[in-house]
């Protein structure tokens, strides 16, 4: 069973367009994460939820809002897609925020 | 969190231990060190964690000095499967998140 899910794996689309990466942990964890790893390789954090609620904003542009529906998923909606956005973002899970797991990535891309 | 640094890359030959350092010299008392490593293409792989005991499980060792301001990470019998990018993370245990660095790009040769 997979423990950390992430849809899509790929995403390709367009400038100015709108679209949301799914995530989905099965492991009854109550934080999750998101990721950006840019073409540097370097991994960044964006935003961590506890328990639906928002913990941690990084300087992250407002067209990126992520959306707990429930302590298994966290979501992530990006406005207004640019050409920098174009990344592999990663989803991951912890209790409380001990060591986190992480999901398989997706891979933006941007045109 | 406190800073790490590591070797950019390192090769070891398949079969052998693979032996990873990282310097952590401004780590405090409450801070951990972790170990994580992403293999191409996919997520990273949380392997082990410590504060000041030698740490073993399935996948690794760790050894942190005495005066932890380094440590070793070992992969007993590295498999071509083990070529990843390892990342070393100082962090208190239950830190708010996780800062990777460039890590160390492990080659495990044939």
């Known amino acids: 069973d997979t423990a950390v899910s992430q849809t899509p794996k790929y995403l390709v689309t367009q400038m100015g367009n709108d679209k949301s990466i799914k995530c989905e942990q099965n492991?009854?964890?109550?934080?999750m994460y998101w990721y950006k790893q840019d073409s540097k390789k370097f991994l960044k954090i964006m935003f961590s939820y506890n328990n639906k609620e928002l913990i941690i904003n990084e300087t992250v542009p407002n067209r990126f809002s992520p959306k707990s529906p429930d302590k298994a998923h966290l979501n992530l909606h990006i406005n207004s897609l640019e050409l920098g956005d174009s990344a592999v973002y990663f989803c991951a899970s912890s209790y409380r925020t001990s060591e986190q797991y992480f999901g398989p990535g997706t891979r933006l891309t941007v045109t | 969190d406190a800073k790490t640094t590591q070797p950019t890359s390192m090769d070891c030959a398949e079969g052998r231990a693979a032996n990873l350092p990282c310097n952590h010299s401004t780590i405090s008392g409450n801070e951990y060190v972790y170990w994580y490593r992403q293999i191409h293409s996919q997520g990273p792989q949380y392997i082990i964690h410590?504060?000041?005991n030698n740490e073993t499980n399935e996948m690794a060792s760790l050894i942190i000095t005495e005066d932890r301001k380094s440590s070793t990470l070992i992969l007993p019998h590295a498999t071509l499967r083990d070529t990843a990018v390892y990342y070393c993370?100082?962090?208190?245990?239950?830190?708010?998140?996780?800062?990777f660095g460039p890590g160390t790009r492990l080659s495990v040769l044939p």
């Open positions: 410590g504060l000041k």
């Open positions: 492991l009854g964890h109550d934080t």
């Open positions: 993370i100082v962090r208190v245990l239950y830190g708010q998140n996780f800062v």
